[in-house]
């Protein structure tokens, strides 16, 4: 749940602040956007102009508009008129401390609790004028009294609620107790609009002696709800942890203009102010008398805070020059209080209510935005521009990136979250990996084990291509988080092992791993969390490091995900990282000419060719520089369980041209060595 | 001599063919043909005209010459031609080699970087796991502060969080490195967002962070519009001037291409949302930018003295700021991307065009 300060303004009631004529709306909207908050929109209502302003969540002072009128008035340079405090009709015989008590249990919860009163209201519609801003400002005009609470809050943004003192418990004599307290566990509280509530004993109640009247900061109760027989009204002006409301705002899943204003950091220095002017509109609306005095708990009064501003710092850190009448005049404009200190200094009292600035980098701030960070020259940095140092780890990533561009493979990016059922077809037990705790929905609730799950379901996606070859480069993760392999995969239908093999064996060559070998797995082995079938995949190996594996896809898995013959590959990029060397030293060419003699030789049908070639290479020498299979055939003339492989060997020496009998005598040394394995060698 | 020229040329023009073409060699310019006959008849003359005659028909052979190649060489095409090779159909589709295509994001996330690199910046990147100390304290991000709301994290089971921003990398690398510092921070971040077409639970910022005796705002602003400059213009600005596109790249080149407009992070003080004009509408308003001319693009601002102390930096010594760019939007305008989920859908022939 977000708690966003977005508030409606209206034009009609800004202007009320000003002396003289504010700009149209359009240009004061513009204003605004520039040196203080974002205009989300900006709507015509009758004769007035509704703003919906999103103000910023260090900002709460500005959920009012006496706040944003202090804002313009900074902008424009000019005057803001509040509305005066008349504390008129004052009921002399009585006062507030004689009607009202109030106790409060924890002063962090509650820092301030501030209560006034007023009798003898007639409860009734308020006039039109009140009725027409609340509706401008999104609110719904309910009776005089609850009307007066919501424009008030409007108007300087301090929540405030009205409780009916006739349905307050008795107390001692005339005296009523209001209680500021933690819920009981399980204690309910009815609110208004019929809802009942069950709480937590970390939630803060309003209450009488006989029981909760209000969830503090958020919602009035049903029990002192003010009515058309209400004739005496107690006023409530408080202040609430912002933690403490956020909390029980979010368990209760109830968020309001109370709540949400509460949930920021406001300013505890101006209950009392507030409610004396909530009691001057309730007895100008409703006919009533104002009882002399407010009933004020406030044991840690907010004190305003003592900066020191060095003009200096302030330069340095804009990177332009001030003229310090003109920062002086700002920040007073703002209701900061300056003096002059020493040399390059000023002395600032911040205002209570600007509980957001805390250090002079604060100050320096509100001159650059008010004065227009459009007045802020570009400047280049000075000093030298050195070269950065390489980032090896990305060079390495983007060479492998490119070398499976240039073999047809392209590059895709995927979700990093997967679900239970991904991992179990992938043969991950969903126990062994880091789950989230709060996922956007269920096939996000676990961290990808392997960039697999999710890239195999490419294919699915690209039915209409015949060939697909896909690859990612990303984040996997294990159950422990504080490993994050980075891994290079790939999913390929429409092409075979080998082309695989190839691209694999070219992008590791780009990054100078001459040493690639593709392995069989042994049959004790796993193929990579069974990811692959077994006899037709490979472990990769670099010298002798194993960095990851290839091959088909585990008939298993495939039928899960609907899908059959695909190859994969993974491959750690950490590994490959410290394998890299960049290296592509040169290899002399030799001039003389190349000998070449062909032999098949038959093997038993499970005989990998990486052996016959290593036996040929081992037997001929140095001078046969290459072995390479060119074919390979089972059937009809070969007896079952063999095959015949044609191989070819290319005889060169560098420093001169090889006679017959010697490239013979090589090739009869190559022929010994294989039959001495047993195999027949067809010459 | 110029009645054998005419004649010639006259020949040489009717003949249809190579055949034929070869019928006027024997008949003019063999050694029996009409120019070889009028050589052998310079003998005749006397010898103060020999010279001059001679050079003159020397002049008009060459000439004659020269036609007949060209007619030779026309005759040769146009039998070529007619045969039907030598002809060759160039609108027939080219054959496409079969290479991959690099994923827009790596495109925008190279260029981005590049850019960087160029004016000095390094590369480095950080953990996508992050702890509530580097994600949240050490940015001066109190606890259920406000702030905290605005990422809408996911959490992950064992109490860690999934970074909703690249910023955590900004305080470990101050950690152990001392300024000067100039950095990009690519990497994926994650957040609670219900995928639509402008929301994803996981997508990319670049973090950029600069830090020495006097970055100033006024820096900050320099490096930027440089930036925009370089990433927007590329080689737009150099193609048809009649291209919309390139009139976007030169309106940019132009000047003021970014505002700055008062923000709040914890993290940074002052801070920015920085917009940049409307790359569509080059400022005047179009559905792109609502109609304001100005699209937001990054946010920015001073780092917090908090968050230098935190990183074991002396705050009365250093200065700078910071950024982070969505690498998603940045790709999204620079290629007209209406809907992010097409970055993450791994659909080809989306891919295909990059």
């Known amino acids: ?683 | 001599m110029e009645k054998i020229k005419q004649k010639a040329v006259g020949d040489i023009d009717r003949a249809q063919d190579l055949a034929g073409l070869s019928l006027v060699y024997k008949k003019h310019l063999d050694k029996d043909g009409t120019l070889g006959c009028f050589f052998r008849s310079l003998g005749e003359l006397p010898k103060d005209e020999r010279g001059r005659a001679g050079a003159e028909a020397n002049k008009v052979k060459t000439e004659i010459a020269e036609i007949y190649e060209k007619r030779y060489a026309a005759l040769e095409a146009a039998g070529r031609q007619a045969e039907g090779s030598g002809w060759l159909d160039v609108t027939l589709p080219g054959i496409k080699p079969m290479v991959g295509h690099i994923h827009p994001l790596s495109l925008v996330e190279g260029r981005v970087l590049e850019i960087f690199n160029s004016m000095g910046f390094g590369i480095i990147e950080s953990q996508e796991v992050e702890n509530e100390w580097y994600n949240f304290d050490a940015l001066n991000v109190p606890k259920e502060h406000p702030a905290r709301d605005v990422f809408d994290s996911l959490f992950l089971s064992d109490g860690s969080i999934l970074r909703p921003h690249t910023s955590p990398g900004q305080v470990r690398y101050m950690e152990c490195h001392q300024p000067p510092l100039r950095i990009v921070a690519p990497g994926r971040v994650f957040r609670r967002d219900p995928v639509d077409a402008s929301h994803e639970p996981n997508f990319y910022q670049i973090e950029g962070l600069m830090v020495d005796k006097a970055i100033s705002v006024a820096n900050f602003k320099s490096i930027i519009d440089e930036f925009f400059k370089q990433f927007f213009c590329d080689c737009e600005a150099e193609a048809d001037p009649s291209n919309k596109r390139s009139e976007v790249a030169r309106n940019i080149a132009a000047g003021e291409n970014i505002r700055l407009r008062p923000s709040y992070f914890p993290f940074t003080e002052p801070s920015f949302e920085v917009d940049l004009k409307c790359v569509h509408c080059s400022g005047k308003g179009c559905s792109a930018c609502k109609g304001t001319g100005w699209m937001e693009i990054m946010g920015a601002g001073m780092v917090h003295p908090n968050v230098l102390k935190n990183a074991g930096l002396n705050p009365q010594f250093w200065q700078g700021f910071a950024f982070g760019i969505g690498s998603d939007r940045l790709a999204m305008i620079k290629y007209r991307v209406n809907d992010i989920r097409l970055l993450y859908d791994s659909n080809q022939r989306f891919l295909d065009q990059f």
């Open chain 1, 1 to 683: 749940m977000r708690i966003i300060l977005l508030m409606l303004f209206s034009y009609n009631w800004l202007q009320t602040f000003f002396d003289k004529k504010l700009p149209e709306p359009k240009e004061l909207a513009k204003l605004i956007v520039k040196h203080c908050f974002e205009v989300e929109s900006m709507e015509k209502s009758g004769k007035d102009t509704v703003f919906d302003i999103s103000i910023l969540s260090n900002r709460p002072d500005c959920s009012s508009h006496a706040g944003m009128a202090r804002e313009i008035a900074a902008v424009m340079g000019c005057r803001v008129i509040l509305p005066k405090i008349k504390n008129g009709r004052v009921k002399p015989v009585l006062s507030a401390k004689s009607m009202i008590d109030v106790q409060v249990a924890d002063a962090v919860a509650c820092p301030r609790y501030s209560a006034k009163m007023v009798t003898q209201v007639k409860v009734g519609p308020s006039p039109k004028w009140l009725q027409d801003r609340l509706s401008a400002c999104g609110l719904r005009p309910i009776n005089n009294i609850v009307d007066a609470t919501n424009y008030v809050m409007l108007e300087f943004g301090q929540p405030l609620h009205a409780f009916d003192w006739d349905k307050l418990a008795e107390g001692r004599g005339r005296v009523k107790k209001i209680i500021v307290r933690y819920a009981t566990d399980g204690e309910e509280v009815e609110v208004l609009g019929e809802k009942k509530y069950g709480l937590l004993p970390t939630m803060l109640l309003i209450t009488d002696e006989a029981g909760p009247l209000a969830i503090a900061g958020i919602k009035g109760g049903k029990r002192a709800e003010i009515s058309e027989k209400t004739s005496i009204v107690v006023l409530e002006s408080a202040n609430f942890n912002q933690r403490s409301i956020r909390m029980t705002s979010r368990s209760l899943g109830l968020v309001t203009d109370a709540s949400v204003r509460f949930a920021h950091d406001l300013d505890r220095g101006q209950t009392v102010e507030v409610v004396e002017r909530l009691a001057d509109l309730v007895a100008e609306i409703s006919g009533g008398q104002v009882v002399a005095g407010v009933v004020d708990r406030n044991p840690n009064p907010a004190k305003p805070k003592q900066l020191t501003l060095n003009m200096e710092m302030a330069e340095r850190l804009l990177g332009t020059d001030i003229q310090t009448a003109r920062a002086k005049k700002i920040l007073d404009s703002l209701g900061f209080a300056v003096k002059k200190g020493k040399k390059a200094d000023f002395e600032v009292v911040v205002p209570t209510r600007r509980t957001d600035v805390t250090i002079p980098q604060d100050l320096v701030e509100e001159i650059g935005r008010i004065d227009g960070y459009d007045k802020i020259r570009a400047a280049t940095a000075g000093g030298p521009i050195l070269p950065p140092p390489v980032n090896y780890f990305w060079l390495c990533k983007i060479i492998l990136r490119d070398s499976l561009i240039a073999s047809g493979w392209s590059e895709t990016r995927n979700y990093t979250f997967v679900s239970a059922v991904d991992c179990r077809n992938f043969g991950f037990d969903p126990k062994d990996l880091l789950e989230i705790k709060n996922p956007v929905n269920a096939d996000f609730s676990y961290m990808r084990p392997s960039l697999l799950l999710n890239l195999s379901k490419n294919i699915a996606k690209n039915s209409g291509q015949e060939i697909l070859k896909q690859f990612e480069i990303g984040k996997i993760f294990g159950a422990s988080r504080r490993s994050e392999p980075t891994m290079l995969s790939g999913i390929c239908k429409g092409a075979n092992f080998f082309e695989l093999k190839g691209a694999i064996e070219f992008a590791l060559g780009r990054l100078g791993i001459d040493s690639c070998s593709f392995a069989p797995i042994k049959d004790d082995e796993k193929a990579m969390g069974g990811i692959c079938d077994r006899a037709r995949s490979a472990r990769v190996l670099a010298g002798k490091s194993e960095i990851g594996f290839a091959g088909y896809a585990n008939e298993a898995i495939l039928k899960a995900a609907g899908l059959e013959n695909v190859a994969v590959f993974e491959l750690s990029v950490d590994a490959l990282a410290k394998l890299a060397t960049r290296r592509n030293d040169f290899r002399q060419i030799s001039t003389h000419p190349v000998a070449i003699r062909d032999l098949a030789v038959l093997v038993p049908r499970f005989e990998y060719a990486q052996n016959i070639i290593n036996e040929i290479k081992k037997t001929a020498g140095p001078l046969a520089v290459s072995v390479e299979p060119i074919d390979i055939y089972e059937g009809a003339e070969i007896a079952p369980g063999l095959k015949n492989i044609a191989l070819r060997i290319n005889y060169q020496a560098m420093d001169r041209t090889l006679d017959g009998r010697e490239i013979d005598k090589m090739q009869e040394k190559a022929i010994l060595g294989l039959e001495a394995r047993g195999w027949k060698v067809r010459r």
